[in-house]
T-cell receptor, first 112, second 110 residues
Framework: KAGVTQTPRYLIKTRGQQVTLSCSPI?????VSWYQQTPGQGLQFLFE???????NKGNFPGRFSGRQFSNSRSEMNVSTLELGDSALYLC???????????FGAGSRLTVL | GEDVEQSLFLSVREGDSSVINCTYT??????LYWYKQEPGAGLQLLTY?????DMKQDQRLTVLLNKKDKHLSLRIADTQTGDSAIYFC??????????FGTGTSLTVIP
């Protein structure tokens, strides 16, 4: 059974650009959550999608957005990138109602 | 429910026991977790405990939960160099909302 797959694994952007990250959950998992990980801040919750609907949202500006497709794959987008957006972006999937998150390896974004 | 705290660093000698501590603030937590993150990787679930349990043991790992003090600990027996990683404590609250600590970086000295 394939795990959670995130692409791309690494990317470099410049300030002002926008970026789209992709996450394919474990087959059968319909809930996908996104987290931002930075040194000293730990994991900050961005949003959770279930059945193509955003179910929960963290405390991030509107530049951060996401969506989920009918096959449960999810994308997140960050517009007008800032230096502070440099981070590891982690995606996690779970069965609805389950109490366990399974994480992907992350997408490391560097903003120059 | 967003305050989950851990110390940032811990060093132990190979073969010794490691104890990583975590405190949380929300008494409505239903499950508490320990995840491990190795360099360049995502988070791997190590173990979790239901909030009405006091202890859970799984091979070299022992989780202790003091619900009154909102304190969770992870003990790793016979710590090996392969245990060097960042360990995250997390809690799940009703509504399946997860909150993570800042992580404890464990260094095992040979």
């Amino acid at each position: 059974k394939a795990g959670v797959t995130q692409t791309p694994r690494y990317l470099i952007k410049t300030r002002g650009q926008q970026v789209t990250l992709s996450c394919s959950p474990i087959s059968g998992h319909r809930s996908v959550s996104w987290y931002q990980q930075t040194p000293g801040q730990g994991l900050q919750f961005l949003f959770e999608y279930f059945s193509e609907t955003q179910r929960n949202k963290g405390n991030f500006p509107g530049r951060f957005s996401g969506r989920q497709f009918s096959n449960s794959r999810s994308e997140m987008n960050v517009s007008t990138l800032e230096l502070g957006d440099s981070a590891l972006y982690l995606c996690a999937s779970s069965l609805d109602g389950a109490n366990v998150l399974t994480f992907g390896a992350g997408s490391r974004l560097t903003v120059l | 429910g967003e305050d989950v705290e851990q110390s940032l660093f811990l060093s132990v000698r190979e073969g010794d026991s490691s104890v990583i501590n975590c405190t949380y603030t929300d008494s409505s937590s239903t499950y508490l977790y320990w995840y491990k993150q190795e360099p360049g990787a995502g988070l791997q679930l190590l173990t979790y405990i239901f909030s009405n349990m006091d202890m859970k043991q799984d091979q070299r790992l022992t989780v202790l939960l003091n619900k009154k003090d909102k304190h969770l600990s992870l003990r790793i027996a016979d710590t090996q160099t392969g245990d060097s990683a960042i360990y995250f404590c997390a809690e799940m609250e009703p509504g399946n909302q997860f909150y993570f600590g800042t992580g404890t970086s464990l260094t095992v000295i040979p």
